[in-house]
């Protein structure tokens, strides 16, 4: 069950990618749409989160701006995060478009899980984030 103050915000994305990929059969965004479709999607997380002061810590949120520190190594990054029936939610990050090249990778019940289930996995590997694991 998604969290109440998340009720409505999956429907506006999935409204908000049609619109600007034109198609609501699956969304393949390159540099410009995927740009805008960022800065829509963190305006409206700001928007959540300033109406609840509590809000919980989003990984949804972590996981996206994990990918702005990353663009500067990885210009050609593909951050990835969807559903399906077969594995529920995904969250992953690869070098560059269909890489077979894992960056990071989640999967779980949510998206929120899945994407801190691949922060997790990109915090074992120091070589991606540049850090030491000491």
């Known amino acids: 069950m998604a969290h ?3 009720k409505d915000l999956l429907e506006q994305w999935r409204k908000k990618a ?3 990929a034109g198609t609501s059969e699956g969304f393949t965004f390159y540099e410009p749409e995927f740009n805008e479709f960022l800065h829509w999607m963190f305006s409206q997380f700001q928007a959540f989160a300033e109406s609840e002061q ?3 810590v989003n990984s949804v949120i972590e ?3 994990k990918v702005d520190e990353l663009r500067d190594k990885y210009p050609q990054l593909w951050v990835d995060i969807h559903r399906t029936n077969a594995t529920g939610w995904v969250a992953a ?7 077979t090249n894992v960056l990071a990778y989640g999967q779980n019940l949510t998206a929120e899980l899945a994407c801190k289930d691949a922060l997790e996995h990109l915090a074992k590997n120091s070589e991606i984030t540049g ?4």
Not at 93 to 99: G, S
Not at 131 to 134: G, R
Request: glycine share 0%.
């Open 4 to 6: 109440p103050i998340y």
């Open 18 to 20: 049609t619109e600007i």
């Open 54 to 56: 509590s809000a919980p």
């Open 63 to 65: 996981f996206l701006n």
């Open 93 to 99: 990050l690869h070098d560059k478009f269909m890489a």
């Open 131 to 134: 850090t030491s694991n000491d």
